[in-house]
């Protein structure tokens, strides 16, 4: 079936430095999400894209449908971006009725 | 700010017991979902509901169901629970682009 495959699954970066985040997709999806799952285990929501390019902050996220990847890039991490990072694509259905089809994580550990 | 809320946080049965988790909306958001998230794992989608009575299956409906009376309550009931369901549950609600999920509720089937 369709499948969200995540890497890397776990991460470590110093306080100031970045990385990037990648999910790729089996299947052409319509729109990915990114979120962060924070300690208390709150799914925080950091991008929705159907295309292209959005940025906030020292996050930067993109999805390119017709090679079916998508990216998030962190830049100056900061210790309270520790956590886990999942991204999630929507295939299939009309609207707000797509399902949506989570990768397995990436467990981010940011240190001083 | 957009909110989904969960109640309870936090839930402890015994095997066999009927559980009712609970999700609320104040966006009149049509879509919602259910999800569970089992340790080290994504989220697997449970139902999705469309609107008021009008509710689907998922990817692993089996052993639950849902309700939707009004559109600003999404119930999640599991029938005899059994201890494969321990996990933690998250509701989602949509207006057709992206998910917003509430805080989760915390289930342990013992």
């Known amino acids: 079936g369709d499948q969200v495959e995540q890497s890397p699954s776990a991460l470590s970066l110093h306080e100031g430095t970045g990385s990037a985040l990648r999910c790729n997709f089996t299947?052409?999806?319509?729109?990915v999400q990114w979120f962060q799952q924070n300690s208390r285990g709150s799914l925080i929501n950091l991008f929705y894209?159907?295309?292209g390019t959005k940025e906030n902050g020292r996050l930067k996220s993109t999805f390119n449908s017709k090679e079916s990847y998508s990216t998030l890039h962190i830049r100056d991490a900061q210790l309270e971006d520790s956590g886990t990072y999942f991204c999630?694509?929507?295939?299939?259905?009309?609207?707000?009725?797509?399902?949506?089809?989570f990768g397995e994580g990436t467990k981010l550990t940011v240190s001083s | 700010d957009m909110k989904v809320t969960q109640m309870p946080r936090y839930l402890i049965k015994r095997m066999g017991e009927n559980v009712l988790l609970e999700c609320g909306q104040d966006?009149?958001?049509?879509?919602m979902y259910w999800y569970r998230q089992d340790p080290g794992l994504g989220l697997q989608l449970i139902y999705i509901?469309?609107?008021?009575?009008?509710?689907s299956e998922g990817d692993i409906p089996k052993g639950y169901r849902v309700s939707r009376k009004k559109r600003e309550h999404f119930s999640l009931i599991l029938d005899s629970a059994k201890t494969n369901q321990t996990s933690v549950y998250f509701c989602?609600?949509?207006?057709?682009?992206?998910?917003?999920f509430g805080p989760g509720t915390r289930l342990t089937v013992l």
């Open positions: 299947t052409t999806m319509r729109a």
């Open positions: 894209l159907a295309s």
């Open positions: 509901s469309y609107d008021v009575d009008s509710n």
């Open positions: 989602a609600s949509s207006p057709s682009t992206a998910q917003y």
């Open positions: 999630a694509a929507e295939a299939g259905g009309q609207g707000g009725s797509a399902k949506l089809i």
């Open positions: 966006m009149s958001h049509e879509t």
